[in-house]
Nanobody, 121 residues
C-alpha cells in the first residue's frame, strides 16, 4: 500500500540545520509531486515547500524561501527538505504528502505520520 515515512526531525538550536527525509513506498515516486507541510501547536497546517515529479519546479512559502531547499531522488523513492538557518518559529510537526498530480497543486492524497522539529536554545 502507499506509505510515506518522514525522518530527520529533532531538537536544534536557532541558526542550525536539519535535513528531513520522506521515504515513499507502494507507488512510483516519479509520477507525483511531493509537498512538505508543517503544523505548529495551535496553528493551522501550512504548506512549506513542494517539488514537481521530476524536480523541475519547486515552490516555497515566503517565510522559508531563502532558507529551505526541497529535493528528491526518484531512484531511491525519497524526497528531502533541507532546512538551514532555523528559527524558533519553524518549530512544528513536519509532514510530507503525495500530491495527486505530477505538478504541485498544494494538495495531498497520502500523508506521512510527521516528524517533530523543535528549534530552541
Amino acid at each position: 500500500q502507499v506509505q510515506l515515512v518522514e525522518s530527520g526531525g529533532g531538537l536544534v538550536q536557532p541558526g542550525g540545520s536539519l535535513r528531513l527525509s520522506c521515504a515513499a513506498s507502494g507507488f512510483i515516486l516519479d509520477d507525483y509531486a511531493i509537498g512538505w507541510f508543517r503544523q505548529a501547536p495551535g496553528k493551522e497546517r501550512e504548506g512549506v515547500a513542494c517539488i514537481s515529479s521530476y524536480g523541475g519546479t519547486t515552490y516555497y512559502t515566503d517565510s522559508v524561501k531563502t532558507r529551505f531547499s526541497v529535493s528528491r531522488h526518484n531512484p531511491k523513492n525519497t524526497a528531502y527538505l533541507q532546512m538551514n538557518s532555523l528559527k524558533p518559529d519553524d518549530t512544528a510537526v513536519y509532514y510530507c504528502a503525495r500530491d495527486p498530480s505530477p505538478s504541485c497543486t498544494g494538495r495531498g492524497d497520502y500523508w506521512g505520520q510527521g516528524t517533530q522539529v523543535t528549534v530552541a536554545p
